[in-house]
């Protein structure tokens, strides 16, 4: 058979790796949904192991083809099987997940901003934060033990390609990431509904980290040393979704940033 035909079938051996990444039985593979991701991830220096187009796709497959990339055409009913959105993308791709990074590989300095995420276990929420992280000019992004999995296909889409692109730590040690931001001089805050001092106090000079808890998380134990700071709300609202939240943290971090 042509090494270029068009894949029908879910027993080709290549098509397989789709399905072994989305049961989470591949734990060294992420699947990249859609044209954006996949030119995210070109634009990011990663390596994808295979591109898998619409069959109707034909210019987009050509496009790609000529890029380098390792495209195969696949019937549209594999591309659908392949993807949880009402809308198929029309293209997935396979590549290896960023290696696991530690806080201490990090270049952290005066301006470091990092937004350490506890307990968000939607990875359309971890995605959104991540985003949020890198809009702000955050140097890294920590996911605690407990959250969603950052290379999950949904997180990936939330993020728009932003943890393509920001450093991430993850399935990391609350106590130990206290304790490291700590001896490299971080001040440390945590985001409270309610009692915290003024979110605007965060535009202030030297490292910060801050942590977040979505509303069904905690934050955890360690972290009830570290300063809180809140942002008011009117009305009767009780709280703001945790990407929200961290967003307008993490521009008022950012405000001194903007000024070095």
């Given at each position: 058979?042509?090494?270029?035909?068009?894949?029908?079938?879910?027993?080709?051996?290549?098509?397989?790796?789709?399905?072994a990444?989305?049961?989470?039985?591949d734990?060294?593979?992420?699947?990249?949904?859609?044209?954006?991701?996949?030119?995210?991830?070109?634009?990011?220096?990663?390596?994808?192991?295979?591109?898998?187009?619409?069959?109707?796709?034909?210019?987009?497959a050509?496009?790609w083809?000529?890029?380098?990339?390792?495209?195969?055409?696949?019937?549209?009913?594999l591309?659908?099987?392949?993807?949880?959105?009402?809308?198929?993308?029309?293209?997935?791709?396979?590549?290896?997940?960023?290696?696991?990074r530690?806080?201490?590989?990090?270049?952290l300095?005066?301006?470091?901003?990092?937004?350490?995420?506890?307990?968000?276990g939607?990875?359309?929420?971890?995605?959104a934060?991540?985003?949020?992280?890198?809009?702000?000019?955050?140097?890294?992004l920590?996911?605690?033990?407990?959250?969603?999995?950052?290379?999950?296909?949904k997180?990936?889409?939330?993020?728009?390609?932003?943890?393509?692109?920001?450093?991430?730590?993850?399935?990391?040690?609350?106590?130990?990431?206290?304790?490291?931001?700590?001896?490299a001089g971080?001040?440390?805050?945590r985001?409270?509904t309610r009692?915290?001092?003024d979110?605007?106090?965060?535009?202030?000079?030297?490292?910060?980290?801050l942590?977040?808890?979505?509303?069904?998380?905690?934050?955890?134990?360690?972290?009830s040393?570290?300063?809180?700071?809140?942002?008011?709300?009117r009305?009767?609202?009780?709280?703001?979704?945790v990407?929200?939240?961290?967003?307008?943290?993490?521009y008022?971090?950012?405000?001194?940033?903007?000024?070095?």
């Amino acid at each position: 058979m042509d090494e270029l035909s068009t894949i029908r079938s879910t027993s080709n051996s290549r098509w397989k790796r789709v399905g072994a990444v989305l049961a989470g039985a591949d734990r060294e593979h992420m699947l990249l949904e859609g044209d954006r991701l996949i030119e995210d991830a070109v634009r990011a220096r990663i390596v994808l192991d295979d591109v898998f187009v619409d069959e109707s796709r034909d210019e987009r497959a050509r496009t790609w083809r000529e890029a380098g990339l390792p495209v195969r055409t696949v019937a549209p009913a594999l591309i659908a099987k392949a993807s949880s959105l009402v809308t198929p993308p029309g293209a997935v791709a396979i590549a290896a997940r960023p290696p696991r990074r530690e806080l201490a590989e990090l270049s952290l300095d005066e301006h470091a901003l990092i937004l350490v995420a506890c307990g968000v276990g939607d990875p359309g929420n971890l995605g959104a934060l991540a985003r949020s992280a890198e809009a702000a000019g955050a140097t890294a992004l920590v996911a605690l033990e407990g959250c969603a999995n950052p290379w999950n296909a949904k997180s990936l889409r939330g993020s728009m390609g932003s943890l393509l692109r920001l450093p991430v730590v993850d399935r990391a040690d609350a106590a130990r990431v206290s304790e490291e931001l700590a001896r490299a001089g971080f001040r440390q805050v945590r985001a409270e509904t309610r009692g915290g001092a003024d979110y605007t106090e965060l535009a202030a000079p030297g490292p910060l980290a801050l942590w977040v808890a979505s509303e069904t998380g905690e934050l955890p134990a360690v972290a009830s040393a570290h300063e809180a700071v809140t942002i008011p709300m009117r009305g009767e609202a009780e709280s703001l979704n945790v990407a929200a939240a961290a967003s307008i943290l993490l521009y008022a971090a950012g405000r001194w940033r903007e000024r070095k």
